[in-house]
Nanobody, 119 residues
Framework: QVQLVESVGGFVQPGGSLRLSCAASVSIFSINAMGWYRQAPGKQRVLVATITTGGVTNYADSVKGRFTISRDNAKNTVFLQMNSLQFEDTAVYYC?????????????WGQGTQVTVSS
């Protein structure tokens, strides 16, 4: 099973920036897609952004133009650069890996990291 280790989130003022990282225990070339999800208090976990092995990205409408997902293949790491942060971005952010092994599809999750946007 793929293990994912996320960086520590933090507190940031509205309009500020923060970068999250997620390190995988295996080569990310073996992972179909990696992504970030978030869960705000009392709400369901929702997709933030994903990136495929081929580098194709997908973003939630709420973060388009503000967040950027990228990958460093040599370090087996995926990043989420978050700019122009808003109060509504406060949530626990989870890294996700979507992959196949011997015909079976798996999903691994990181432990979650808290991002708080507050003045």
């Amino acid at each position: 099973q793929v293990q994912l280790v996320e960086s520590v989130g933090g507190f940031v003022q509205p309009g500020g920036s923060l970068r999250l990282s997620c390190a995988a225990s295996v080569s990310i070339f073996s992972i179909n897609a990696m992504g970030w999800y978030r869960q705000a208090p009392g709400k369901q976990r929702v997709l933030v952004a994903t990136i495929t092995t081929g580098g194709v990205t997908n973003y939630a409408d709420s973060v388009k133009g503000r967040f950027t997902i990228s990958r460093d293949n040599a370090k087996n790491t995926v990043f989420l650069q978050m700019n122009s942060l808003q109060f509504e971005d406060t949530a626990v952010y989870y890294c996700n890996a979507d992959y196949w092994r011997t015909g079976v599809r798996y999903a691994s999750w990181g432990q979650g990291t808290q991002v708080t946007v507050s003045s």
